[in-house]
């Protein structure tokens, strides 16, 4: 759980401040920590809040309108947490080593190799393709197969027969 000491404070008409509660602060924290896992109306309860009425201030508490204070620090807290978790490239490739060193330390060669997989598939070394046939072969006529297999020859005429130095130029391929 993230301790945080900022102080929000917004003056109202009368002069007084007005500053997030230790159980709105709570709340805020619960619902970011547990986003997706726990309604409002959980965190609200956890939180300290009445079970009577917990739906309602856990609605009123996320409404700008009405708590702009707390809505803001859930934002803020969002924020904080996206980028203490964010997937970047770096991050990626060491985690998927370590959990690699881990299995081969406790001998799961399986494990190792799928991860040491993910990796090379992280970095853009493997190309995963995938075809898509519909209909089926046996409904063709000799001379439609024929046909078709004379054009996959003819499309991939290079790669079946050249080498890397006669491919002077590249197609698209749909």
Known sequence: MLTNTLCYVKSQAM?????????????????VISEGRKTGYE?????????????????ELQNPRKFPLVVKYMGELREEYQKKYAVTYERHISEL?????????KGAWSAAVNAEVARGKAAGLYIEQKIIR???IDDLTRDEL??????????NELIINGSAEDIKETKKIN
């Open 15 to 31: 002069g007084v401040p007005k500053r997030l509660t230790e159980m709105q602060m709570k709340f805020a924290h619960l619902l």
């Open 43 to 59: 965190c609200a309860i956890e939180a300290g809040y009445e079970k009577d009425r917990a739906r309602i201030t856990s609605s």
């Open 97 to 105: 080593a370590k959990i690699r060193m881990d299995a081969l330390k």
């Open 134 to 136: 519909t209909g089926k």
């Open 146 to 155: 024929e046909r078709r297999m004379k054009k996959v020859l003819d499309d």
